[in-house]
């Protein structure tokens, strides 16, 4: 139904062995929408893409994007949904030992029957799409830190997804590339009617771009809002996140009962 949210992850728990990561998780994304996921290292951001993503199965609740149960499907249901998936990795990840072209072109490639001439028309309209046309016959170590994340980007839209997933896409990146990168992400998410989830620590970036945002500590959602209600907040934690503060709920110290990062009783809460 057009109502129902594209993403919808529903009372979700996950942990390493003895170890939790993510706690009763519940969050919902309209289609078409950029939400970003903020909050300290080792607080399960990443984790919440690898279910999504249906590289990790949760131990409790359910994973639903598009109206499928990602962590019901099986390794063939799973290989023809992420086609429908574009995902920026941290560093880009791109192949050493290819070229330019070639990086671009591997998801065309692997998922389609494509003729190569239309594969190569493919290519240089998804370069075009990120500034870098003139790179296909390049390799990745001849390529500066923004470039190869451009091209990575790129690379993640080849198949026009409908779900595209940013694993903290701004690390690394100068002042100018970092601006760059946040312009393609805003551009060709509108462009492609893209829903996109972005784990991110880049607070000046990110609030520009999202349309949401929740804020996790301890595996749990603790707080979100929109970008508005974010900068205005006068919740303590959301505060000493957005302002680097060293004194606030997450204690310098480890471990800490009072620490947000413990279980202190704290539910999720708007912003």
Known sequence: MADQPFIDIRSVAFAYGERPILKDINLQIPRGKLVAIMGGSGC???TLLRLLSGQYRPQQGEVIVGGQRVDRMNS???FRFRRSMGMLFQFGALFTDLSVFDNVAFPLRENTDLPESVIRDLVMMKLS???LRGTQDMKTAEL???MARRIA???AIALDPALMLYDEPFTGLDPISLGVIAHLIKKLGDALGTTAIMVTHDI???LQLADHVYFMAGGKIIASGTPQEVLASSDPWVAQFVQGAADGPVQFAFPAPT???ED?????RRV
């Open 264 to 268: 202190s009783g704290l539910e999720a």
């Open 144 to 146: 500066s830190g923004g």
């Open 44 to 46: 399960g951001k990443t």
């Open 259 to 261: 620490s947000v990062g």
């Open 153 to 155: 980007l790129a690379r």
């Open 204 to 206: 000046h970036h990110s």
């Open 76 to 78: 063939r249901e799973l």
């Open 129 to 131: 799409a990120v500034g």
